[in-house]
């Protein structure tokens, strides 16, 4: 029988990053299929140290303290060092994430969105090695003529500091940054301690502090509030390439003198930085405003007809392209979550979609070979993998013209800007361009006859349903709906009979409306009339005086 070679993994288990590491570790261990791992619950401030009695033929390790480093070096087995510890030896070799390069990829994240004050809050015990990662931040500002300011770690480690001393020192040096500030985390549990300071000190977040958290932890930058970005890096990669090197030392390969240093991979944004560092507040609130209804997309799927695509789900509009032939497309979200979203082709309300968005970027998509949303988390702005991935069968060539962009609505406080609501008959251009504008015109052959309040009393009431969710279109239109509400009822008639009495026309009755409703119809309509008289009454009594 082969004899299994035994690895310890002295690894916390508590974290994304260390839950990763195990997985690629693991992958080489059932590639190579003679691995016996030993594994315990580790938490992310335990000292970790070899089991008692344990005797086995290599080690990874995230060596977190000096007792753990003499110890692995006093046991001289090989030996995979995962941390940010310089720890190096004869038998001990080093794979980790690049401190430096990830420094220098979020002072550029932090630059490239228009801050110019800085902070770093490290670890809340003290390392006893150099923290490359704040050296490499603070040197990167340098060089572009910024400060960065530093908080002051008080020592101890997260047991022996009691939960309101460390919150009231962390609120204190927060109250006193300048504003509005970036500021780097050790770790994304330091991240999250941050924002709930920030939270206790009346701080917002991210419009006062920018939070980013060191290292990518799911838990913690989902706990946090707002969520927590943080720095990516590639551990499962890491514990691969950990576990290969090992291999190799087992194997009687020399530990090489230099660490192997994997570099970041991206910034996984959320809320916490969520924001541009422009001193215009309504610029701020209008982009802001925008990236909030970017999830909005114009799509040619493999069956040739126009699909929508919101909130990371495609929406067949059952519309084929036609070939050499211009279409009109809309793609609108005018009323929040509960109207969705809304896609009109030439003029006609064809699919709908309510609800509301993700927490995460999404790309806004005019195009094909999109084959649907990877689900994952986006920097800011995306780079790859960005909202979806590319399909394969889904191509075509063609010309976009005139491709215009608005935002509307009401921004967040404390600005409330209002950019306004849509008006379909205005702001769809094909309506615009289509609608004869003649009042009362229901059949929209720009005149005004009695063949339009012949249209108009069939389509009493009737309402025009897409997907469930009301709407106004060119098909209304047809129906009555001279407003474009989606409904045919009396604030259309109050247009009508206003027509009706400019060409000399007479009014529409109620017995002339009673036929194609209910009863009851009947006298909302006679209700209507008296309260309009009473109206025009008081009016004509105003205008007197």
């Given at each position: 029988m082969?004899?299994?070679r035994r690895i310890?993994l002295?690894i916390?288990?508590?974290?994304?990053?260390?839950v990763?590491?195990i997985?690629?570790?693991?992958?080489?261990?059932?590639e190579?299929?003679?691995?016996l791992?030993?594994?315990e619950?580790?938490?992310?401030y335990?000292?970790?140290r070899l089991?008692e009695g344990w005797?086995?033929?290599?080690?990874i390790?995230?060596?977190?303290?000096?007792?753990?480093?003499?110890e692995?070096?006093?046991?001289?087995?090989?030996t995979?060092n995962l941390s940010?510890?310089?720890?190096v030896g004869?038998r001990?070799?080093?794979?980790t994430v690049?401190p430096?390069a990830?420094?220098r990829?979020?002072?550029?994240?932090?630059?490239?969105a228009?801050?110019?004050?800085?902070?770093?809050?490290g670890?809340l015990h003290?390392?006893?090695f150099?923290?490359?990662?704040a050296e490499?931040?603070c040197?990167a500002?340098?060089?572009?003529?910024f400060?960065?300011?530093?908080?002051?770690?008080?020592g101890?480690?997260?047991?022996?500091i009691?939960w309101?001393?460390?919150?009231?020192?962390?609120?204190?040096?927060?109250?006193?940054?300048?504003?509005?500030?970036?500021?780097?985390?050790?770790?994304?549990a330091r991240?999250?301690?941050?924002?709930?300071?920030?939270?206790?000190?009346?701080?917002?977040?991210p419009?006062d502090v920018?939070?980013?958290?060191?290292?990518?932890?799911e838990l913690m930058?989902?706990?946090?509030?707002?969520?927590?970005?943080?720095?990516?890096q590639?551990a499962?990669q890491?514990?691969?390439?950990a576990?290969?090197?090992l291999?190799g030392?087992?194997h009687?390969?020399k530990a090489?003198k230099?660490?192997?240093?994997?570099?970041p991979t991206r910034?996984?944004v959320r809320?916490?930085?969520d924001i541009?560092?422009i001193?215009?507040e309504?610029?701020?609130?209008?982009?802001r405003?925008?990236?909030?209804?970017?999830?909005d997309?114009?799509?040619i799927?493999s069956s040739?007809?126009?699909?929508?695509?919101y909130n990371g789900?495609?929406?067949?509009?059952?519309v084929?392209?036609?070939?050499?032939?211009?279409s009109?497309i809309?793609v609108?979200?005018?009323a929040?979550?509960?109207?969705?979203?809304r896609?009109?082709?030439?003029?006609?309300?064809?699919?709908?979609?309510?609800?509301g968005?993700d927490?995460?970027?999404?790309d806004?998509?005019l195009?094909?070979n999109t084959?649907?949303?990877d689900?994952g988390?986006?920097?800011d702005?995306?780079v790859p993998?960005?909202?979806f991935?590319g399909?394969?069968t889904?191509?075509?060539?063609?010309i976009?013209?005139d491709l215009?962009?608005f935002?509307?609505?009401?921004?967040?406080p404390?600005a409330?800007i209002?950019y306004?609501?849509?008006?379909f008959?205005t702001?769809?251009?094909f309506a615009a361009?289509?609608?004869?504008g003649?009042p009362?015109?229901v059949?929209?052959n720009g005149t005004?006859n009695?063949?339009?309040k012949?249209?108009?009393?069939a389509g009493?009431?009737?309402?025009?349903?897409?997907?469930?969710i009301q709407?106004?279109?060119m098909?209304?239109l047809?129906?009555?709906d001279?407003n474009?509400?989606?409904?045919t009822?009396?604030?259309?008639?109050?247009?009508?009979?206003g027509?009706?009495?400019?060409?000399?026309?007479?009014?529409i009755?109620?017995?002339?409306?009673?036929?194609?409703?209910?009863?009851?119809?009947?006298?909302?309509?006679?209700?209507?009339?008296s309260?309009?008289?009473?109206?025009l009454?008081?009016?004509r009594r105003?205008?007197?005086?």
């Amino acid at each position: 029988m082969i004899r299994s070679r035994r690895i310890c993994l002295l690894i916390d288990t508590s974290t994304s990053w260390g839950v990763r590491l195990i997985k690629g570790i693991s992958r080489h261990a059932h590639e190579v299929g003679d691995w016996l791992i030993h594994v315990e619950p580790w938490g992310r401030y335990e000292r970790f140290r070899l089991p008692e009695g344990w005797d086995g033929d290599g080690i990874i390790a995230r060596i977190n303290h000096e007792a753990l480093a003499d110890e692995v070096t006093a046991i001289g087995l090989p030996t995979i060092n995962l941390s940010w510890h310089p720890l190096v030896g004869k038998r001990i070799a080093r794979c980790t994430v690049d401190p430096e390069a990830s420094g220098r990829m979020a002072a550029e994240y932090f630059l490239s969105a228009g801050f110019k004050q800085f902070a770093y809050c490290g670890p809340l015990h003290r390392l006893g090695f150099r923290d490359l990662f704040a050296e490499a931040f603070c040197l990167a500002l340098t060089k572009c003529k910024f400060g960065c300011n530093f908080y002051p770690t008080p020592g101890g480690d997260q047991q022996s500091i009691a939960w309101n001393a460390h919150l009231a020192s962390l609120v204190e040096w927060l109250q006193q940054l300048p504003r509005p500030v970036a500021v780097l985390c050790w770790s994304a549990a330091r991240g999250r301690q941050v924002t709930e300071a920030c939270h206790y000190a009346g701080i917002r977040v991210p419009d006062d502090v920018s939070v980013l958290g060191g290292d990518y932890d799911e838990l913690m930058s989902h706990i946090s509030s707002p969520p927590l970005s943080t720095i990516d890096q590639p551990a499962e990669q890491i514990g691969y390439e950990a576990a290969r090197l090992l291999e190799g030392m087992m194997h009687g390969k020399k530990a090489p003198k230099r660490p192997l240093l994997f570099p970041p991979t991206r910034i996984v944004v959320r809320h916490s930085t969520d924001i541009l560092a422009i001193d215009d507040e309504m610029v701020r609130d209008a982009l802001r405003l925008i990236r909030e209804r970017a999830h909005d997309g114009v799509r040619i799927n493999s069956s040739g007809n126009f699909s929508m695509r919101y909130n990371g789900t495609d929406f067949d509009s059952g519309v084929l392209v036609t070939a050499g032939q211009w279409s009109h497309i809309m793609v609108i979200r005018p009323a929040g979550a509960a109207g969705g979203s809304r896609m009109y082709i030439n003029g006609v309300a064809r699919i709908t979609a309510p609800g509301g968005y993700d927490d995460d970027w999404a790309d806004l998509v005019l195009g094909a070979n999109t084959a649907g949303d990877d689900g994952g988390d986006h920097g800011d702005p995306p780079v790859p993998p960005v909202g979806f991935t590319g399909g394969t069968t889904e191509f075509f060539s063609g010309i976009i013209d005139d491709l215009e962009m608005f935002v509307m609505g009401k921004t967040p406080p404390p600005a409330e800007i209002d950019y306004g609501s849509f008006d379909f008959g205005t702001e769809n251009d094909f309506a615009a361009t289509q609608v004869s504008g003649v009042p009362g015109d229901v059949t929209n052959n720009g005149t005004f006859n009695s063949a339009d309040k012949t249209a108009f009393i069939a389509g009493w009431l009737d309402r025009r349903l897409v997907g469930g969710i009301q709407v106004g279109d060119m098909v209304s239109l047809g129906q009555g709906d001279l407003n474009f509400d989606g409904i045919t009822d009396i604030r259309d008639l109050i247009i009508m009979q206003g027509a009706l009495a400019g060409a000399g026309m007479g009014a529409i009755t109620a017995a002339e409306l009673a036929g194609t409703v209910p009863e009851p119809s009947a006298t909302v309509l006679g209700l209507w009339g008296s309260f309009a008289a009473a109206f025009l009454g008081r009016s004509r009594r105003q205008n007197r005086r």
